[in-house]
Nanobody, 122 residues
């Protein structure tokens, strides 16, 4: 069992940057695959990025490649999402998620945070 708490969301202007954080409980944080998802108003939740145990193994959805960076600090039980060059279409509630199964890295996560709102103004 792991509990996840996101923070860092706020209103930012287009072209700006934000760093989201997700603090996880539990002693086996390093064993989890960590992901970020987002859900915009009226849309389904979508995969954004995932990190598989270390900063070397990362996956991104195409729309954020080159702008977003996922990273983790296993000593602090925290995963981050650095978001640069933000666009109005990045506006969404961002969720942190965790899983242990390596199969289908973009879906089927077991644990979810409550979400943090990111609003990008034009």
């Amino acid at each position: 069992q792991v509990q996840l708490v996101e923070s860092g969301g706020r209103l930012v202007q287009a072209g700006g940057s934000l760093r989201l954080s997700c603090a996880a409980s539990g002693r086996t944080f390093s064993n989890y695959i960590m992901g970020w998802f987002r859900q915009a108003p009226g849309k389904e939740r979508e995969f954004v990025a995932a990190i598989i145990w270390s900063d070397v193994n990362t996956v991104y959805t195409d729309s954020v490649k080159g702008r977003f960076t996922i990273s983790r600090d296993n000593a602090k039980n925290t995963v981050y999402l650095q978001m640069n060059s933000l666009k109005p279409e990045d506006t969404a509630v961002y969720y942190c998620a965790a899983k242990t199964r390596l199969l289908n890295i973009r879906a089927e996560y077991d644990y979810w945070g409550q979400g943090t709102q990111v609003t990008v103004s034009s």
